[in-house]
């Protein structure tokens, strides 16, 4: 028996050797992804994005391999589900060296080390300052000894490369008729041309209004972002609300907190289609007539994206500044119009008023995993310098680069007109009117849209097939708020 164990423990260890040198002789760690290329350090960026926004990231990678030949990046394109793909990525041989983050994602990834700090990294960089890098970088700073993020002083784990206002509304010019320019009936908030207004937003009541009045049989006149929930989150705040107590570990009241209940009606408006919905408080507004159940037939799904503004499926959308060339948006159907986030009917804009919602930071992070985290490093460096100011003017989202956002982004050579004009749209509301939506520091936006989306989807499977009834409508809301306790409960205690 002695003798069979030693013959087992030495089969091990040479076992164990022969591992030990195939990974010394594969400094890449034996990774298998497509794309490798012998002979370079292969870093993997693993991204989203659609082909167009593929297409000017490659036009980065090329330019950085240009001046760095031993390099060789990678691009990963995400699936639909980007961050359940990246935790299989991550438990695997084949992970990412460089990853995008989001602040309502990012927090179970810093809880669990998966991503490393880039402050040295920062501190060391004879290329970036710190008055390139924005105050919006806070979220994604991180102390794992007190595993409290979003101080000032601890590391950054997350780099900003591009942001913007997420829910601007975007419509079709070619929709809006004469009549709606000229009226006084239509009381929004009109330019010269008596188009949206770019500068003043209109309050909800006008919104739908003005949505209303561009729906038809084949064009539906409201459609909600691709991320309905977090707008519903930017409603919450606009109205000086929050869903979550100060600590973050309870859920108020949905049903009985006027700012909360009111973003959740304004949402159940634009989507209920059950016979004599009530309206939501208007505060005596005078438009309260003209929200009637016509309106509430004006949006049919709760996802829609840039493709239904421009093939007329939609009169209007919200969307980020990303949208605009990435998507392709002006066509001979669809001369697209931007106008700010609509607000609250009780809320006073003032030249300081927060009401323009910023949720898709997107940073990016270097894999604990990574097998060359010093190259991984050189390109983000390029990145957030030379690659923002290529983005920029190509007409991308406002870089992270704060030098680069103020020079290049608003007065970039190459860039348009309407593109300047919809840049500094996108910065103004960005600088002047932005705030950063508020995501629980113990639940994941994934994890708090999923109690959102069963509750919210069976109550409007329900509403309909009938009349609007309040006590299923109410009961969809301490649902929600149960929902959301129970899970902070499991994660809290």
């Known amino acids: 028996m002695t003798k069979k164990i030693a013959l087992l423990l030495t089969f091990i260890m040479v076992i164990t050797c022969c591992i030990t040198v195939l990974a010394a002789c594969n ?5 298998d992804i497509p794309g490798w290329e012998d002979g370079k350090t292969n870093i993997v ?19 950085f391999e240009a001046e760095n030949s031993d390099i060789h990046v990678i691009i990963s394109n995400a699936g639909n589900d980007y961050y359940g793909d990246l935790d299989l990525q991550l438990s695997g041989r084949n992970s990412p060296d460089i990853v995008n983050m989001k602040p309502g994602n990012i927090g179970s990834y810093l809880e669990s080390g998966a991503i490393i700090s880039l402050q040295d990294y920062i501190d060391n960089s004879s290329v970036i300052t ?8 806070d979220r994604y700073k991180y102390n794992p000894e007190t595993e409290i993020a979003g101080e000032s002083t601890s590391d950054i784990y997350s780099l900003i490369k591009d942001f913007s206002c997420d829910f601007v509304m975007n419509y079709n010019k070619n929709l809006v008729t004469s009549d709606m320019k000229t009226s006084p009936v239509y009381t929004y908030p009109k330019d010269e041309q008596g188009f949206p207004s770019m500068e003043t937003p209109m309050t909800w009541s006008q919104y739908m209004q003005f949505a209303t009045a561009m729906h038809t049989g084949s064009t539906y006149g409201a459609a909600l972002d691709n991320e309905p929930y977090q707008q519903l989150l930017e409603w919450i705040q606009q109205g000086g ?3 979550w107590s100060a600590d973050h570990k309870s859920v108020v009241d949905i049903k009985n907190t006027p700012a909360v209940r009111q973003a959740f009606e304004y949402y159940r408006m634009l989507r209920d289609q059950a016979i004599d919905s009530p309206a939501f408080e208007t505060n005596s507004c005078e438009l309260s007539d003209v929200i009637t159940s016509k309106m509430l037939t004006a949006t049919n799904s709760p996802q829609v994206g840039p493709g239904q503004l421009k093939q007329l499926q939609a009169a209007t959308i919200f969307y980020g500044r990303w949208a605009y060339t990435a998507y392709e948006m002006d066509t001979d159907k669809c001369d697209t119009g ?9 809320l006073t804009v003032t030249d300081d008023t927060k009401y323009a919602g ?3 930071m997107v940073g990016l992070s270097i894999s604990k995993k990574s097998a060359n985290p010093d190259a991984a490093w050189k390109f983000i460096e390029y990145y957030f310098t030379e690659g923002q100011k290529m983005l920029a003017e190509l007409g991308f989202n406002i870089p992270g680069n704060k030098q680069i956002a103020s020079n290049e982004f608003l007065n970039g050579e190459n860039l348009t007109d309407k593109q300047k004009e919809v840049n500094k749209l996108f910065y103004d509301l ?8 508020e995501f629980n520091k113990y639940l994941s936006q994934s994890s708090v849209e999923e109690v959102l989306a069963s509750n919210l989807t069976s109550y409007f499977a329900k509403s309909v097939k ?3 009834n309040m006590a299923d409508w109410e009961a969809c809301l301490d649902n929600i708020t149960e929902g959301l306790q129970a899970k902070l409960d499991r994660v809290t205690r």
């Not at 710190?130 to 970088?137: L, R, S, T, Y």
């Not at 931007?338 to 009780?346: I, L, S, T, W």
């Open 466 to 468: 009938g009349k609007f």
């Open 338 to 346: 931007f106008a700010p986030p609509p607000v609250p009917n009780n």
């Open 130 to 137: 710190d008055d390139m890098i924005w105050e919006f970088n």
């Open 241 to 243: 609300g929050s869903l």
């Open 45 to 63: 960026y693993y991204t989203w994005g659609s082909e167009n926004e593929i297409k000017m990231l490659q036009q980065v990678i090329d330019a």
């Open 358 to 360: 910023i949720t898709a």
């Open 27 to 31: 400094p890449d760690g034996g990774r």
């Open 430 to 437: 960005a600088l002047e009117h932005g705030f950063v939506i």
